[in-house]
């Protein structure tokens, strides 16, 4: 594990993170003298004096008196009286930084005061969060707020209809799921009036859970997909095959457990029960892909673990969340043949008309902030993503919270027994328990043996996760035991002794919240979220991580010779040195992911900035006569017959229809082609070719000519026309749109792409020369 570097050395130097927030305690010192002249203001005065605090100066230039205004106002509506850390955070955000401050630390009522402070200056402002219950939950919450200081303010989740969402971009604050500002900005991007758009404004962003979002969502694509001719593919055949398959036999799983492959013998036996037929003849190809998809459905995709099945569909789990990851599917194909295996209706596939990373979509707003519990572990990447600088606020109470070494276990059946062991301890006790597990599998046999042993539990994971505030406000009580799947993100804190710390002389007796974790994760910032959970405020409490040799976490980024001194030493490998194995593997999981998400930016960035060049193009269309006028110079005779027979005006309308929808067309013709080119791209690799500036140059090469393509199919098409079809519907003309759209997030690819398949070799590197782990 590294050793850590004292903080004054890493200001001294400057590394990210390190940002010092000292500069601003002369602005709350300032704000704590004028508490009392504040605190004798009439609501009225003490909305013109907010706007007079920022006037003359940009918002995010706090004072002493707009804090000691925004501070007294949140006193008086939301009861909350901010402390002088939570004001010192409030002026980092307002001066465009990202804010590590630890769980219970206070961060909805942070982002709120400097939401306030930059509307008070006339700018719009952006609250995104994680998801639809924390958007509702916290604009709910501050709604007396903002109105005491005359900030109109609104929330939008998944079901709020364009209308709402037009009026809720014309407030000064917007509390919303990151996702959902980018579905608006898609849905937008394929409108063909001004009047259908609804117009997000993009000034400033304050991101809660700023680590998850902006780092570990980042790449994720929004997708708007739209309604196609194409048929539901076939997997019922396949499946039935596959399931025939035995292990080891027909089929092999590769060490990280990403890639499962048919031996010889097992393709075989299935071109056998095709009836001899070679499945890789051209004529056979989409039967082997089927085959190879349902294939990885049976092997690599878990129930309860990367997928729920409820109400008749396929409802994934986001594994860093522990919720349904609504809205989210895999890759047709794939998605498909996981239907199939769970003997659904399989959906058929839609068109991808457009898609947005997370990233792209942050990098629009004109200033950046966000918060977390561990902002600093990825300050480096805000720093190279989002020239966001960072830094931490000390906590309000020193922490009291024990976090005990890791247990380092060889066995499955050893692990569980010493988790049961100490929560049933604990739990006698008195102390409140909470267990953070990997998945719902996992969090429902570890209820099923607490039971057996007589301990009743509560569960908290992706199948109920509607019931969490209830489940995590009670996790707090005397002798409580809870199980959840991920904590991160849930934003409700644990007060010890019940939602309203009836008991909590006993729960502190009894030693405080006690955090157990049944693994490590991936991200060591995800174990510490967990952690935090116990300790808030000065509150006493423990955490302890019992990690099992055979975790995924492990067999996956164990090297041979870890495993060789394992299997040699046994039982009799000192602890300490199993502690450094587990550090070592989640570094070397940590630091693929960053290069996966470096590599990934990289290639996006060809097709984010013909986007741009596209988007900005589209709407010179929508605005004006742009793209009359470039057809004047195509078929000029053509344009003017029609402007002589029907009008200008109505030749205009037309036109502008067919441009937009060939505009379209192109559009997701080049995404499309872009995507091939991407899946494949890795192979120049072996050519000795740099992937990424291959990538770049195709995609330049392919966009070359975009417009005059588009506008000479438009062209081709108003030649047929007679003055008659001017006015007519677009589809009449043979024109058609999807008759629906829907939007949701495709999450990686869980068997990976050959692309990330070949980044095996760069962990391999990691492994070896930067860790010398081999």
Not at 473 to 491: C, D, K, L
Not at 498 to 518: F, K, M
Not at 574 to 598: F, N, S, W
Not at 628 to 652: C, D, F, M, Y
Request: aromatic share 6%; hydrophobic share 45%.
């Amino acid at each position: 594990m590294s050793i850590p570097i004292p903080v004054w050395v890493s200001r001294t130097l400057g590394l990210p993170g390190a940002a010092s927030f000292r500069r601003f305690d002369p602005v709350v010192r300032a704000a704590g003298l004028l508490a009392e002249e504040v605190r004798t203001l009439d609501a009225e005065t003490l909305r013109d004096q907010l706007r007079i605090a920022v006037r003359g100066s940009p918002a995010h230039a706090a004072t002493g008196r707009l804090l000691a205004l925004l501070r007294e106002a949140a006193s008086r509506t939301v009861g909350l009286r901010a402390f002088e850390e939570q004001l010192i955070a409030c002026c980092a955000l307002l001066a465009g930084y990202g804010v590590e401050m630890d769980t219970g630390e206070g961060k909805t009522l942070v982002g709120a005061l400097a939401a306030a402070g930059h509307a008070a200056g006339g700018r719009r402002v952006h609250v995104l969060s994680v998801n639809d219950y924390l958007a509702e939950r916290d604009a709910t919450w501050t709604a007396t707020f903002f109105a005491a200081l005359g900030v109109s303010v609104a929330w939008i989740g998944q079901h709020t209809s364009a209308e709402e969402r037009r009026r809720a971009y014309r407030c000064d604050v917007v509390y919303a799921p990151v996702s959902e500002i980018g579905f608006d900005v898609l849905r937008d991007r394929f409108a063909v009036t001004p009047a259908e758009r609804v117009d997000p404004v993009f000034d400033v962003a304050i991101v809660d859970e700023a680590d998850a979002v902006m780092i570990d969502e980042a790449m994720v694509p929004l997708v708007l997909a739209g309604t196609s001719d194409d048929q539901a593919d076939e997997f019922g055949e396949a499946t039935a095959l596959v399931e025939q398959l035995t292990p080891e036999r027909d089929f092999t799983v590769d060490a990280d457990q990403a890639t499962v492959t048919l031996t010889d013998a097992g393709l075989d036996s299935i071109e056998a029960r095709l009836g001899g037929i070679n499945l890789y003849d051209a004529e056979h190809i989409a039967s082997l892909t089927r085959i190879n998809l349902a294939l990885h459905a049976r092997v690599l995709l878990h129930r309860d673990v990367d997928y729920l099945v409820s109400d008749g569909a396929i409802k994934l789990v986001n594994t860093t969340r522990g919720r349904i990851a609504h809205l989210q599917r895999w890759p047709d194909g794939l998605h498909a043949a996981l239907e199939a295996k769970e003997h659904l209706e399989v959906s058929a596939p839609g068109v991808i008309l457009d898609t947005i990373t997370i990233q792209d979509l942050l990098l629009r707003y004109q200033l950046r902030s966000g918060m977390s519990g561990t902002v600093v572990a990825v300050a480096e990447e805000l720093i190279e993503f989002y020239e966001l600088p960072s830094g931490r606020v000390e906590r309000h109470e020193p922490n009291r919270r024990v976090d005990k070494p890791d247990t380092v276990l060889l066995t499955d059946p050893e692990k569980t027994r010493t988790i049961l062991d100490e929560i049933a301890a604990r739990h006698h006790r008195g102390q409140p328990v909470l267990v953070g597990t990997q998945s719902v599998a996992e969090s429902e046999e570890l209820d099923a043996r607490l039971r057996e042993a007589g301990i009743e539990a509560r569960v908290l994971n992706a199948k109920n996760d509607a019931e969490e505030a209830a489940i995590v406000a009670r996790a707090g009580e005397y002798a409580a035991v809870t199980i959840s799947t991920q904590m991160s993100g849930r934003g409700t804190d644990i007060r010890l002794g019940g939602a309203d710390e009836h008991d909590r002389n006993r729960v502190v007796a009894a030693g405080g919240l006690a955090v157990i974790s049944t693994a490590r994760y991936p991200s060591g910032r995800l174990d510490a979220q967990l952690r935090g959970r116990a300790g808030r405020q000065g509150d006493p409490g423990t955490s302890h991580t019992i990690v099992g040799v055979e975790d995924d976490l492990l067999q996956i980024h164990l090297t041979p010779r870890m495993r060789a001194k394992i299997a040699r030493q046994g039982e009799s490998l000192p602890q300490t040195e199993r502690r450094r194995m587990v550090d070592a593997c989640q570094a070397a999981a940590e630091r693929a992911r960053t290069l996966q998400h470096r590599l990934t930016w990289t290639y996006s960035r060809a097709i984010a900035a013909q986007r741009e060049t596209v988007l900005d193009h589209r709407q010179r269309i929508i605005d004006g006569k742009f793209a009359v006028e470039r057809l004047r110079e195509l078929i000029p005779t053509k344009v003017a017959s029609l402007e002589n027979a029907r009008g200008q005006v109505a030749v205009a309308v037309t036109i502008r229809a067919v441009a937009l929808h060939y505009f379209d067309e192109q559009w997701i013709a080049h995404l499309a082609l872009l995507q091939e080119v991407r899946d494949g791209i890795h192979l120049r690799a072996l050519a000795g070719q740099k992937p990424t500036e291959e990538f770049h140059r195709i995609a330049l090469r392919e966009f070359h000519g975009f417009f005059d393509a588009v506008y000479r199919d438009t062209a081709d098409l108003i030649e047929t026309l007679t003055p008659d079809d001017i006015g007519r519907d677009p589809e009449d003309l043979g024109l058609r749109r999807p008759s629906a759209t829907w939007s949701y997030m495709a999450t990686d690819n869980p068997f990976g792409s050959a692309a990330g398949r070949f980044m095996g070799r760069a962990v391999k590197l990691i492994r070896s020369d930067i860790l010398k782990l081999e």
